[in-house]
């Protein structure tokens, strides 16, 4: 990479994380159950999702809460939704290209590299990648589809107003992403990060809790993440 390249990059990521808005975790002693009941939840839902390349008022609302403890991060979406489109399907399907569903990207280190997404449809199919890269400033995009963060726990629920779903994240298993530069959490420690949600339903939604101000990646802008700070 040529220097002038570099010097430029660093100075757009440098902006954009100081920019980036803070999206709290709190630490939770509640017993979380992951079965689709968010009777449990005592931390606030943040939302409504938004159009994620405008900021534009969604046709359906989206809220995401997310909680810690010392062992695990936990997720949980309510997505108004009154046609639910998917089905069940085997682990590590591409739902992404036909279902309803709710995602999380996670890059601990904040350095845009090998960070990972999860999502999950409203018939609680999960799957889970590995973002290696995915701009041409670091070899251009590189997906590792046989990733699989052991632990995971994904649960939906079809509701009268439309799906939930909560998912359960070890840490012990973010560890060992080679060259993730992850760190066990701790209150003050900071991620990078978003949550996003597609709709197949009445009209084809991509949304996001905070959203982007390009789009020439879709959701994966990872300069653009949120950040996610540790909070008691």
């Known amino acids: 990479m040529r220097l002038t390249t570099l010097v430029f990059y660093s100075i757009i990521m440098f902006s954009t994380v100081a920019c980036a808005q803070t999206v709290l975790i709190h630490k939770t002693n509640e017993q979380i159950i992951i079965d689709g009941d968010l009777s ?56 992404f290209n036909t279902d309803d569903l709710v995602e999380i990207f996670l890059d601990p280190d904040g350095d845009s590299q090998n960070y990972i997404e999860i999502g999950i449809n409203a018939f609680s199919t999960n799957y889970d990648l590995l973002l290696k890269c995915i701009s041409p400033e670091c070899g251009g995009w590189n997906t590792v589809m046989d990733f699989d963060i052991k632990g995971l726990e994904s649960v939906s629920k079809i509701t009268p107003e439309g799906y939930v779903v909560e998912i359960k994240i070890p840490f012990s298993s973010l560890k060992k992403i080679k060259n993730g530069g992850f760190k066990k959490p701790k209150i003050g420690t900071k991620w990078r990060g978003n949550t996003f949600r597609i709709d197949y339903g009445n009209t084809t939604e991509y949304l996001a809790l905070q959203p982007y101000k390009t789009s020439i990646f879709g959701f994966h802008q990872p300069v653009e993440f949120s950040v996610f700070e540790f909070v008691e």
């Open 40 to 95: 449990e939840w005592k931390t606030p839902f943040l939302g409504p999702f938004v159009i994620h390349n405008s900021g534009e008022k969604a046709f359906q609302n989206t809220f995401v809460s997310l909680s810690w403890n010392s062992k695990n991060l936990y997720i949980a979406y309510k997505c108004n939704d009154s046609q639910i489109i998917g089905t069940s399907q085997k682990k590590d399907s591409q739902i």
